[in-house]
């Protein structure tokens, strides 16, 4: 993981048939850059696929979560823009 006083980079992992709940951050953009497998993201009521090369931008107070209902691991870069600690 990297971090300035407003970036945080991290690389998340989700495992088969795994899924991160539903939630919003108060004051952070969100990005998200799939590198492999595939799942969906949910954003703002909607479900939108998720595969390599997909980029998401996800402002802040917006509801999202991530699942993944194949049979092999999600894997994509999550950024963090206007971090607060």
Known sequence: MVRRDD???????????????????????QFYYVLEGEGIVSWGGRDYPLKPGTAVLIPPG???????????????????????K
């Open 7 to 29: 970036l945080k980079i991290g690389l998340i992992s989700v495992r088969p048939h795994e899924e991160l709940p539903v939630h919003a951050h108060e004051h952070e953009d």
């Open 62 to 84: 917006v509801p999202h979560g991530v699942r993944n209902p194949h049979d092999t691991p999600l894997r994509y870069l999550d950024v963090f823009i206007n971090w607060r």
